[in-house]
Structure formats: structure tokens, C-alpha cells
């Protein structure tokens, strides 16, 4: 089991504007001290959509032609959860990993939408 929490981050420019925007989902393993907690974090580049305030809701990220999920969705977190899996890591690292989340992106969005993914744990 695991509990999570959604993260947003900038740098603020000396006009005040946002610039290098991140959302970051960490999951935390539970009992707490079983293993190290999981960072999936999406920064934001060309094609793709971090919040930073409107029109996007809080947790929203993206692609801005393609798919999608809120970090804040119980169903997008286990899909993230089960892509990271697959993708190699291990539950029970004592030490924090941190993976990029766009490569997972697409393949959790499609599991969470009944397309191909794999079967959780």
C-alpha cells in the first residue's frame, strides 16, 4: 500500500512569470520505513502541459496532443504505480527514486482508459 501526495514547483522569473514548472506525484510505501519512497516527476517542455493555474485543474498533466491524467485520481496514481513497475523499479529501495513520468504517461493513460497495460500487483 501505498500513500501519496502532489507536488508543484517553479522557478520565478524577474517579470514574475512561471518558468520550469514541475509536478512532482511521490508515493510513500506504508507500514512507513519499508522502503524508500517513489518520485515521478513531469517537467515541463514542448508538447507537454504542467499546471500552473488556469484553464488546467491542479494535478493536470499531459500532452497537449495526446493523453492525459490528474495526479490527484486514485485510478491515474495505481496506473502510474504499475508503469513504473514495469519499467524496472523495485518497491523496497531504501533510498528515494525519482523517474521521469513522461514516458509513463501515455501506457497509464491508456491502462486507465481499459487499453493494454499490465495487470497490477
Not at 514574475?16 to 510513500?28: E, F, K, N
Not at 517542455?45 to 484553464?55: E, F, H, N, R, W
Not at 518497491?91 to 493494454?116: C, F, H, I, K, N
Amino acid at each position: 500500500m501505498y500513500l501519496w501526495t502532489v507536488r508543484h514547483s517553479h522557478r520565478v522569473l524577474d517579470s514574475g512569470r512561471s518558468a520550469d514548472c514541475r509536478q512532482t506525484l511521490t508515493l510513500y510505501p506504508q507500514p512507513a520505513g519499508t522502503g524508500g519512497s517513489l518520485q515521478i516527476v513531469f517537467a515541463s517542455g514542448p508538447g507537454q502541459y504542467v499546471p500552473g493555474g488556469a484553464p488546467f485543474g491542479s494535478g493536470d498533466v499531459g500532452f497537449t496532443q495526446g493523453a492525459d491524467l490528474n495526479l490527484h485520481e486514485p485510478g491515474a496514481v495505481r496506473a502510474l504505480l504499475d508503469m513504473a513497475l514495469t519499467h524496472g523499479w523495485q518497491p523496497g529501495e531504501q533510498r528515494t527514486v525519482e523517474l521521469d513520468g513522461w514516458p509513463l504517461l501515455e501506457a497509464a493513460a491508456s491502462a486507465r482508459t481499459g487499453g493494454a497495460g499490465p495487470a497490477g500487483p
